[in-house]
């Protein structure tokens, strides 16, 4: 009985470390995605903004 209940223990831990891991790993992903929405979005303003200003020119 001692070496199942160490056993679960140690199984338990291990699950509880790769649930902890799987989860650092998403927020990374979902920020690391987050900051390529904001440079695309940024980059496409910009890029409308300097459009605007380009018609303005008589040339």
């Known amino acids: 009985m001692t070496v199942l209940a160490i056993f679960l223990l140690i199984i ?3 699950l509880v470390l790769i649930g902890a891991l799987l989860v650092t790993i998403g927020v990374a ?3 690391t995605g987050v ?3 904001v440079a ?3 980059l496409l303003i910009r890029r409308l903004l300097d459009r605007d200003r380009t018609r303005s020119h008589s040339w």
């Open 35 to 37: 900051a390529l929405i």
């Open 40 to 42: 695309g979005t940024y």
């Open 12 to 14: 338990g831990t291990l």
């Open 29 to 31: 992903l979902i920020l």
